[in-house]
C-alpha cells in the first residue's frame, strides 16, 4: 500500500548525458544549470530547453553538487519524470472508439505539486479519462506529486501540451466541449451540461485561467460562495467540478 512513498525522482548529470536524453524522448521535470557559466556545451543545452520549453533554473555550484552527490556534474544536472506522458489525440480516439463519454481535465499552469497530487487523486476517483497539462509553468510530475496523488498518476493518462490553446483546438477538432472553472462569469456550474463529451479547465493559484484561454471555452461557471472568503483551494474547486459532472452523468 505504501510503495508509492519510496519512489525516488531519476536524476542524471554531466553535459554528455543531458545531451543525449536531450536528443532522445526522455520527459524532464527539470533542468538546473550552473548560474553564470560561459561554457558552449551549456549553451547548447540551453538552446534545446528553450526550443522545448523545458522548465530550469540557473542555480549556484552548491545546489548542483546537492543534487548530483558531489559528481562531476559538469553544470548541469537534470530530473527525469518517472511518469511515461500519454498523447492527447491518441487517449481521445481511443475513448471515442470504446463510446465512453469521455471526461478530460485541463490544468493552466498548477504550480503547488500538492494541489497537482490531490487533482490527480480526484481526477482518478471520478473517472477522468486524462489530465492534460502545458509544457512549461506546471507543476512537475515529481514522487511528491506521485505521494500526493496516492499512486493515482500510474493509473490515469497525463498528457502534455505545448500550450492549453494547442488542447483545447485538438479537444473541439473531436467535438468535445469545454467548461471552465472562473469568477469571471455570471453563470453556475450548476447550469453546465457535463452529459456531453467535456473538458474541464482549472487555472493557477494565484491568477485563475489565462484570460485568451477564457476566450475559447464553450462554457464558464462558477461557485456559489456563501461566506467572506472569495475562493476556494483550486483542488477543492477541481472536486467540485469533478463530482458535479459525476452526479449528472449517474443521477440525472
Known amino acids: 500500500m505504501g510503495w508509492f512513498f519510496f519512489l525516488i525522482m531519476t536524476t542524471i548529470f554531466g553535459i554528455h ?29 540551453e538552446n534545446f530547453i528553450r526550443k522545448n520549453r523545458i522548465s530550469s533554473s540557473y542555480v549556484p555550484v552548491e545546489k548542483l553538487d546537492k543534487l548530483s552527490k558531489f559528481n562531476n556534474h559538469q553544470g548541469v544536472v537534470a530530473q527525469i519524470s518517472p511518469i511515461e506522458l500519454a498523447n492527447l489525440e491518441d487517449v481521445i480516439s481511443n475513448a471515442l472508439e470504446k463510446e465512453e463519454i469521455p471526461l478530460f481535465l485541463l490544468l493552466d499552469q498548477i504550480s503547488d505539486v500538492r494541489n497537482f497530487g490531490a487533482i490527480i487523486r480526484t481526477a482518478e476517483c471520478t473517472g477522468v479519462t486524462a489530465i492534460v497539462i ?119
Request: hydrophobic content about 40%; some cysteine.
Open 134 to 252: 502545458p509544457q512549461s509553468g506546471s507543476a512537475p510530475v515529481n514522487a511528491e506529486t506521485i505521494k500526493t496523488s496516492a499512486g493515482a498518476a500510474f493509473k490515469i493518462p497525463i498528457c502534455k501540451v505545448n500550450h492549453m490553446k494547442d488542447a483545447l483546438f485538438i479537444l473541439q477538432s473531436f467535438d468535445i466541449k469545454s467548461a471552465a472553472a472562473t469568477e469571471k462569469t455570471d453563470d453556475s456550474i450548476y447550469d453546465i451540461d457535463f452529459k456531453q463529451p467535456m473538458a474541464i479547465i482549472m487555472g493557477s493559484e494565484g491568477r485563475g485561467i489565462n484570460p485568451s484561454i477564457l476566450k475559447l471555452v464553450d462554457y464558464k461557471g462558477k461557485l456559489p460562495l456563501l461566506g467572506d472568503i472569495g475562493s476556494l483551494n483550486v483542488s477543492v474547486a477541481c472536486g467540485v467540478f469533478l463530482y458535479e459532472a459525476v452526479r449528472q452523468r449517474q443521477f440525472s
Open 17 to 45: 548525458s543531458v545531451l543525449e536524453a536531450l536528443e532522445s524522448d526522455t520527459t524532464f521535470t527539470k533542468i538546473y544549470l550552473l548560474k553564470d557559466s560561459r561554457n558552449r556545451q551549456l549553451q547548447e543545452i
